[in-house]
Every structure is written in C-alpha cells, then in structure tokens.
C-alpha cells in the first residue's frame, strides 16, 4: 500500500493537494531562517523560499499570517531573541498548548523520555549571551519506535523525534529530547523540511522511521494532535 502511495506521489498525482504546506514542498532547506530582524539574530520574522524542521511546522500552522507565527514562536507573541520558544520540550509545547496536545497514548505504549533543559548554559554555550534562567525538567511522554505499529490516521499530526544523546549535551550545553519535527499525513507521508535533502519533502513515514532506527540514540516519536 505504501508502495502505491510513493507512486502516485511521484507520478506528480495530487493526493497531499488538499494538506497544508503542499505549496512549499521543493523549498529549500535552512538552518534557523527565521530571527527578530535585530542582532542577535537578523534574520526576518517571516520567510517562504526557506524553512529548518522546525519554522517550516510553524509557518504551515501559522497558515503563512505572521501574528500567528509570532505567537507560535515567542510566548505570549512578544519578539525577543530570549522570549523565543528555542525548546520544544519546555518552551514551544506548554505555550502552544492552545493548539497541540500530545496523544501518542492513542496509538500505543508510550514512555517517559525525562529531558533538563539548562538554558542558561545553551545560551552562554551556543550564543555567547549572559541569560538568568533555572534549568527545567520535563517528562516527555513518546512512543517508542519498538511499539510503532501501523498507524491508522483519519487527518493530519504533527510529528516529534525523539533521541537521547550524550554528545548533544556536550556540544551544546543542555540536553535536548526532540531532534526534529514534521508533518504525518493520514496517508502514511511525512512532510518536513530535511536538512539531508536541502529541502522541504513528502517521504514515506515508516521508511523514514527506518533508517532513523538505525541508529540507538533515536527513540521514538511524539505524535501531536492540531487541535
């Protein structure tokens, strides 16, 4: 069945017509395209040639209005580098929880990925900036990649991976628990911005589950319901 789907998808046949972000497909990828138009970060507040992982879910969720981007991406809508919901495991679910709730309880046997975020450190470590924030800790409820089965979906979610890597926190000061995010659609196709293909893409969901599990730090995924 999957087989089929790449198909047509392929063939150019419009069955991914009618989900958002369809018109972005073929854009290239960027890391961090998206800023506050002011150091530290100038990049514009709102772009459509260009998107990472994670601003190509926001501009589609947003729908491309940059007041909705803007509360999707800073909490309370204010635009501040520091007021940005740089993690999505402390910043970016609990202040989008208006319109993502996590249900991967609904197609599986979850666990609890416990994530501390110091941002604090990832400030000092990546950015270079002085910032007073207290690390935090968050249960992160996902589904293991051995208690994916077929999924049987009627719409479109959002969709988190999961990893659990020392060398990240290392690197970057903090630990982190979700390494990239996209959109399932009910027909089994991931759309996401990746980074490997320089572009935002349709992939076959489980084949993209695959070669993921190839490698032991990538865990599972977190499936997330637009509300």
Same mark, same amino acid.
């Given at each position: 069945?999957?087989?089929?789907?790449?198909?047509? #998808?392929?063939?150019?046949?419009?069955? /991914?017509?009618?989900?958002?972000?369809?018109?972005?497909?073929?854009?290239?990828?960027?890391?961090?395209?998206?800023?506050?138009?002011?150091?530290? &970060?100038?990049?514009? *507040?709102?772009? @459509?040639?260009?998107? &990472?992982?994670?601003?190509?879910?926001?501009?589609? #969720?947003?729908?491309?209005?940059?007041?909705?981007? /803007?509360?999707?991406?800073?909490? /309370?809508?204010?635009?501040?580098?520091?007021?940005?919901? +740089?993690?999505?495991?402390? &910043? =970016?679910?609990?202040?989008?929880?208006?319109?993502?709730?996590?249900?991967?309880?609904?197609? %599986?046997?979850?666990?609890?990925?416990?994530?501390?975020?110091?941002?604090?450190? =990832?400030?000092? *470590?990546?950015?270079?900036?002085?910032?007073?924030?207290?690390?935090?800790?968050?249960?992160?409820?996902?589904?293991?990649?051995?208690?994916?089965?077929?999924?049987?979906?009627?719409?479109?979610?959002?969709?988190?991976?999961?990893?659990?890597?020392?060398?990240?926190?290392?690197?970057? !000061?903090?630990?982190?628990?979700?390494?990239?995010? !996209?959109?399932?659609?009910?027909? !089994?196709?991931?759309? +996401?911005?990746?980074?490997?293909? %320089?572009?935002?893409? &349709?992939?076959? @969901?489980?084949?993209?589950?695959?070669?993921?599990?190839? *490698?032991?730090?990538?865990?599972?995924?977190?499936?997330?319901?637009?509300?």
């Amino acid at each position: 069945m999957r087989a089929v789907l790449m198909l047509l #998808l392929l063939a150019g046949c419009a069955v /991914n017509s009618d989900l958002p972000g369809q018109s972005f497909l073929g854009a290239k990828y960027l890391s961090s395209p998206l800023g506050e138009g002011v150091p530290p &970060d100038a990049d514009p *507040t709102i772009r @459509f040639d260009a998107f &990472d992982c994670t601003t190509f879910v926001e501009t589609v #969720l947003a729908n491309g209005d940059i007041e909705k981007l /803007n509360k999707i991406r800073y909490k /309370n809508g204010k635009i501040d580098f520091l007021n940005r919901n +740089h993690f999505i495991e402390t &910043d =970016w679910l609990k202040n989008n929880s208006d319109i993502v709730e996590n249900v991967s309880r609904n197609f %599986g046997k979850t666990a609890i990925r416990t994530v501390v975020i110091n941002k604090q450190s =990832w400030f000092k *470590t990546v950015h270079n900036i002085d910032a007073d924030f207290m690390p935090e800790t968050v249960k992160l409820e996902y589904l293991p990649y051995k208690n994916l089965g077929d999924l049987e979906l009627n719409k479109m979610y959002v969709v988190l991976f999961v990893a659990d890597n020392q060398k990240n926190r290392d690197k970057i !000061g903090t630990d982190i628990g979700v390494v990239h995010m !996209g959109f399932l659609l009910p027909n !089994g196709i991931l759309r +996401h911005a990746s980074s490997a293909q %320089g572009m935002v893409v &349709d992939v076959d @969901f489980y084949d993209y589950v695959n070669q993921r599990q190839k *490698t032991k730090t990538n865990i599972g995924i977190v499936i997330l319901e637009i509300k």
